[in-house]
């Protein structure tokens, strides 16, 4: 079983900048796919990001494209995503998913979800 816990969210300005990170216990994430996801104030959960097991894939949804980044750290069994030129529409409960068969993307199974982390852009 895995357990993600989510870390670094926040109330930020909009146009400013957070650095969400995602960590894993107790394996790590070789081999997995990671996903970010995230649920705005009444509104279904979506997709955000994604990258596949091995770093060289990544996926973005449109509405972030070119202002978040998602990266994968094996040796420190992180996954991250850097968040810039925030926008109030961002204001959402960020979750970090891991999808076993190391696939990733929008469309990918992910059996592993964290408890979410709250991020506010305020305008």
């Known amino acids: 079983q895995v357990q993600l816990a989510e870390s670094g969210g926040g109330v930020v300005q909009a146009g400013g900048s957070l650095r969400l990170s995602c960590a894993a216990s107790p394996r790590t994430f070789n081999g997995y796919a990671m996903g970010w996801f995230r649920q705005p104030p009444g509104k279904e959960r979506e997709f955000v990001a994604a990258v596949s097991w091995h770093g060289y894939n990544t996926y973005y949804a449109d509405s972030v494209k070119g202002r978040f980044t998602i990266s994968k750290d094996v040796t420190r069994n992180t996954v991250s995503l850097q968040m810039n030129s925030l926008k109030p529409e961002d204001t959402a409960v960020y979750y970090c998913?891991?999808?076993?068969?190391?696939?990733?993307?929008?469309?990918?199974?992910?059996?592993?979800w964290g408890q979410g982390a709250q991020v506010t852009v305020s305008s």
């Open positions: 998913a891991a999808d076993p068969t190391g696939r990733g993307g929008e469309y990918a199974v992910y059996d592993y």
